[in-house]
T-cell receptor
Framework: GESVGLHLPTLSVQEGDNSIINCAYS??????FIWYKQESGKGPQFIID?????DKRQGQRVTVLLNKTVKHLSLQIAATQPGDSAVYFC???????????FGAGTTVTVRA | SAVISQKPSRDICQRGTSLTIQCQVD?????MFWYRQQPGQSLTLIAT?????????ESGFVIDKFPISRPNLTFSTLTVSNMSPEDSSIYLC???????????FGPGTRLTVL
């Protein structure tokens, strides 16, 4: 079946640098995408979302980019901090099917 | 966003027994979902908890193994029945005020089956 997946399972980044986490999706009917952050021992925390009528959305220190042509989603974290160390999941759904499908997850480790 | 709590936060159970997990949200929501997250893995949807009717289960999950209740718009339970060590996972509930809204997750219940 169609699925959402991530390009890299781990990412190590120097504190203060920018981080980029990538996600590929294959369901062309998907029109809603979400990034979640999951810290150890906690449930997933909503970071930012984007709908398919947009290609970029910015939040506080985070930016999500959507390229529908190649079915690619990315999360950019500016000035990465130690508190950003976590597992990051992309998830997708469609208007016709509100259920979320999750990618495999990328573990981000911030080096001091 | 809604405040979601789960009980218990963790448990260690013997094989063959059952555990009921509760999910409580501080506001009325249309949608409630149950997910499983196996160790080191991503999240997999178990079922959609429907208020006033039977839950809708995903492929690979059955009502006899994971009975779900949804008595009102703020509460749901998931029971893991006749447990085996393979059921050791984190079980998470999520809520969305409306179907097209963002889903927010509870803190999870960490289950270990011996």
């Amino acid at each position: 079946g169609e699925s959402v997946g991530l390009h890299l399972p781990t990412l190590s980044v120097q504190e203060g640098d920018n981080s980029i986490i990538n996600c590929a999706y294959s369901n062309s009917a998907s029109d809603y995408f979400i990034w979640y952050k999951q810290e150890s021992g906690k449930g997933p925390q909503f970071i930012i979302d984007i709908r398919s009528n947009m290609d970029k959305r910015q939040g506080q220190r985070v930016t999500v980019l959507l390229n529908k042509t190649v079915k690619h989603l990315s999360l950019q974290i500016a000035a990465t901090q130690p508190g950003d160390s976590a597992v990051y999941f992309c998830a997708e759904s469609s208007t016709n099917d509100y259920k979320l499908s999750f990618g495999a997850g990328t573990t981000v480790t911030v080096r001091a | 966003s809604a405040v979601i709590s789960q009980k218990p936060s963790r448990d260690i159970c013997q094989r063959g027994t059952s555990l009921t997990i509760q999910c409580q949200v501080d506001s009325q929501v249309t949608m409630m979902f149950w997910y499983r997250q196996q160790p080191g893995q991503s999240l997999t949807l178990i079922a959609t908890a429907n208020q006033g009717s039977e839950a809708t289960y995903e492929s690979g999950f059955v009502i006899d193994k994971f009975p779900i209740s949804r008595p009102n718009l703020t509460f749901s339970t998931l029971t893991v029945s006749n447990m085996s060590p393979e059921d050791s996972s984190i079980y998470l509930c999520s809520v969305a005020p409306e179907p097209t809204d963002t889903q927010y997750f509870g803190p999870g219940t960490r289950l270990t089956v011996l």
